[in-house]
């Protein structure tokens, strides 16, 4: 008998038990990649920013407002090549809580040049800065109501009470960079214009766009340098230290779930490792043969560690057949209450990482019953019974 056969006959001598020990490996391997994906998302949007941006916002908090009479300032310092603002309207489509996605007012022209990954066709891009209250929103978001250009969107205002209606004048996808198609933008006039005094000409933050992305640095401080002593002092940073920022406003849910994550991998540990230990206590008397017919500790060690790894690689590969339907599951139940997720954001790398992780796993539990199995005296371990 061939030492592959050997494994194979090993593993089926309980095959209820061997499928509860898989499926269990499985559901955890499941929730380890779900677990790992949603910290991905978190941190999908800074990876995808543009190094040549920079993001502008008050010094004091992230929800201050700024005047928009910074714009022009902001845009004579040295190494700006472009500049624009916009501000969260934080809309709500009729009165369900599912039905939020992200709104913001802008100013079409400069928001178009700035946000270059943006694509519409040119005939929405005049429609849409030619409409004081035109609208133009994410693919995403289009296909999630059916909406279509020249329908009438009326939001419900939170941050701006009242009831808001737009134009849609166009629909967008992005190539790449930190936006997503799950958002509704409007020119800034549409709102300044029916503000009260105290609150018009503010803006949310400035994004600048600069000429050499290795002078970042020096155009940041020369920003809040301008700003330093007036009442509204700024703090400008790159869009990808930005969007940390934002993160780690969610640091402890994020080290939540790193911390289940990686209790996930010490259940899946103990279970693999139960099954070996008991497997291997079965077969004492068999395991002590094979050793006095020649069979060498190593080659023991060996036999009980390669069934190890193959619980672990059934494990694993159940695993990720089962995650990307839970995760596109989350999606479509989530998805839509925080403003809008991408369809496919789980990345190959998540799922290797759940097999190497079931495999590692699997490797490690095996070792201490493949230990004891050969630290039992040949005399003694034939004198058991299983």
Do not use: H
Request: proline fraction near 5%; include cysteine.
């Amino acid at each position: 008998m061939t030492f592959g056969r050997l494994v194979w006959k090993d593993l089926l001598r309980n095959p209820l038990r061997l499928v509860l020990t898989v499926l269990a490996g499985a559901v955890g391997v499941m929730a380890f990649i779900f677990l790992r994906t949603v910290v991905d998302l978190f941190y999908s949007s800074a990876e995808s920013a543009q190094a040549d941006r920079l993001f502008t916002r008050a010094k004091a908090s992230i929800t201050a407002d700024l005047p928009l009479s910074y714009l022009p300032r902001i845009s004579t310092v040295p190494g700006v090549d472009d500049i624009t603002f916009y501000g969260f309207f934080g809309g709500r489509y009729g009165d369900s809580q599912r039905d939020f996605f992200g709104s913001a007012f802008v100013d079409p022209p400069s928001f178009m040049r700035v946000f270059d990954e943006l694509v519409v066709a040119p005939r929405e891009v005049a429609a849409f800065q030619a409409d004081p209250c035109g609208a133009l929103i994410g693919k995403e978001l289009a296909k999630r109501y059916g909406w279509k250009s020249g329908d009438r969107v009326t939001l419900q205002g939170t941050i701006y009470p009242g009831e808001w209606t737009f134009n849609v004048r166009g629909i967008y996808d992005v190539r790449t960079g930190s936006l997503d198609t799950n958002s509704l933008f409007f020119p800034y006039r549409c709102l300044n214009e029916k503000l009260p005094d105290e609150r018009k000409d503010r803006v949310g933050a400035f994004m600048v766009r600069v000429e050499d992305p290795s002078r970042s640095a020096a155009v940041s401080s020369a920003v809040d340098a301008m700003f330093a002593n007036s009442p509204y002092p700024t703090r400008t940073e790159s869009e990808r230290a930005a969007t940390l920022g934002f993160i780690s406003m969610l640091s402890a849910i994020i080290t939540a779930v790193q911390v289940v994550a990686t209790v996930i991998l010490l259940i899946i540990l103990l279970v693999i490792g139960n099954t070996l230990a008991m497997s291997v206590r079965e077969r004492t008397r068999d395991l002590s043969t094979l050793r006095a017919m020649g069979f060498k500790s190593g080659r023991v060690v060996m036999l009980v560690l390669f069934e190890s790894l193959a619980i672990g690689l059934c494990s694993g590969g159940l695993g990720v057949l089962i995650a990307p339907p839970l995760v596109r599951g989350f999606v479509a139940v989530v998805g839509s209450q925080m403003g809008g997720l991408p369809a496919d954001f789980m990345r190959e790398g998540t799922l290797v990482l759940g097999v190497l992780a079931a495999v590692g796993v699997s490797l490690l539990a095996g070792i201490i019953p493949a230990w004891r199995a050969v630290r039992i005296p040949v005399a003694e371990g034939l004198r058991k019974v299983a």
